[in-house]
């Protein structure tokens, strides 16, 4: 059966998720989740594509981002040979790492941009493993509230204060942005505009068509 073609996105952006094949463990520790990260930086460089989110989950990764002179294919392709042939030497394996393809969806409003950012933040939560989104180390939720270090922050940065954004996050997301068991509807715009009424929210995808 051929493969389904991705669906585009008019804005640039995407929602991007990378599964450990079998759904095996893909950081065994602190090592792992750093040069993750760090191939990232370095690919973000040469790509040119703009990071607005990220959380590294064990054994999978979201990503929220922007194409930039590079297409998103060949961006995740970089990503994943660099980190796979270190990840093989480290631990002496061979074959896959990643599962199949990454999945991809396009992010075409304010409305939604602002809900993949808190669902991608409020992982480690769902999952139980901290209480609160400033807990979790591998997530960018932190360089939003002190220091940006990988992550285009600005954007954001328009819409709200640091202090509206932790208030944001403390509020719980119930949309699904490509889970890996889909037990949760999505919110549909009109539920999102409600949700994100009281934040003063600026038209962010006239600059990031530019």
Known sequence: ??????????????????????????FQDEEDNLKFLQIVKECKAISEFKLFAY?????????LIKEGKEPIELVFKRIGNRFVYWYNTKYKRVGHLFQDRYRSEPVETDEYFLTVLRYIHQNPVKAGIVKSCGK???????????????IDAEFVDKMMSKEEFDKFHKEAETASCLEIKEVKPRLTDEEAKKSLRKYPVVTILNNFKS
């Open 55 to 63: 959380c590294l989950m064990g054994n999978h990764v979201h990503l």
């Open 136 to 150: 979790y180390r591998f997530s960018s939720y932190n360089e939003y509230i002190k220091e940006s270090k990988i």
């Open 1 to 26: 059966m051929p493969r389904q073609q991705r669906r585009k996105s008019e804005s640039g952006i995407y929602h991007v998720m990378l599964r450990g094949i079998n759904q095996q463990q893909i």
